[in-house]
Antibody, heavy 118, light 107 residues
Framework: QVQLVQSGAEVEKPGASVKISCKAS????????IHWVRQAPGQGPEWMGA????????SYAQNFQGRVTMTRDTSTSTVYMELSSLRSEDTAVYYC???????????WGQGTLVTVSS | DIQMTQSPSSLSASVGDRVTITCRAS??????LAWFQQKPGKAPKSLIY???TLQSGVPSKFSGSASGTDFTLTISSLQPEDFATYYC?????????FGQGTKLEIK
């Protein structure tokens, strides 16, 4: 069965960076984009960007350009999302989500809570 | 970027009712529209993709339709477990964008 398992909660200080992992299993890793979506407390989901594990090409939302980096390791079927220059507004739950073509957005990681606080 | 305007932002309904939620795209997105249900403390759950295709295991009480740049989620015969927040997502072109959400509450 398809599973996306994320790394655990993080607490970071303003200005620091955080790197979250998302390990995929149950399907051919390079066949599906992995998207990152975050959700701040009481807010709706926000699409951050995506990575194509086949060629490692990425696309980032303008809001995160220059601060986000998505990478992948095909040997372990793992995708990473690093967000730098953290500020309090980055406190949120971060999700990795499998894209299409089959059943797009049907498989989500369990979420990783990132808390930015001095 | 494509803007998704979702309405209403909140909706009060009774068990057994039928409700409709709408998302309007700021430009054409073909049928690249998904609907999600979210309950507190949980990840969004995908209900529909390609505007009208039910995800595996989603009951047929949920249905989606499209007309140009207007997309509709209809939920029939509301049950207590259906009261949640619903979001649309356009995935025609990056950056993908979510609607603002509709909170469905029990009347």
């Amino acid at each position: 069965q398809v599973q996306l398992v994320q790394s655990g909660a993080e607490v970071e200080k303003p200005g620091a960076s955080v790197k979250i992992s998302c390990k995929a299993s149950g399907y051919t890793f390079i066949s599906h984009y992995i998207h990152w979506v975050r959700q701040a407390p009481g807010q709706g989901p926000e699409w951050m960007g995506a990575i194509n594990p086949r060629g490692s090409t990425t696309s980032y939302a303008q809001n995160f350009q220059g601060r986000v980096t998505m990478t992948r390791d095909t040997s372990t079927s793992t995708v990473y999302m690093e967000l730098s220059s953290l500020r309090s507004e980055d406190t949120a739950v971060y999700y990795c989500v499998r894209g299409g073509p089959e059943y797009p957005f049907n498989f989500w990681g369990q979420g990783t809570l990132v808390t930015v606080s001095s | 970027d494509i803007q998704m305007t979702q309405s209403p932002s909140s909706l009060s309904a009774s068990v057994g009712d039928r409700v409709t939620i709408t998302c309007r795209a700021s430009q054409g997105i073909s049928s690249y529209l998904a609907w999600f249900q979210q309950k507190p403390g949980k990840a969004p759950k995908s209900l529909i993709y390609a505007a009208s295709t039910l995800q595996s295991g989603v009951p047929s009480k949920f249905s989606g339709s499209a007309s140009g740049t207007d997309f509709t989620l209809t939920i029939s015969s509301l049950q207590p477990e259906d009261f949640a927040t619903y979001y649309c997502l356009q995935y025609n072109s990056m950056p993908y964008t979510f609607g603002q959400g509709t909170k469905l509450e029990i009347k």
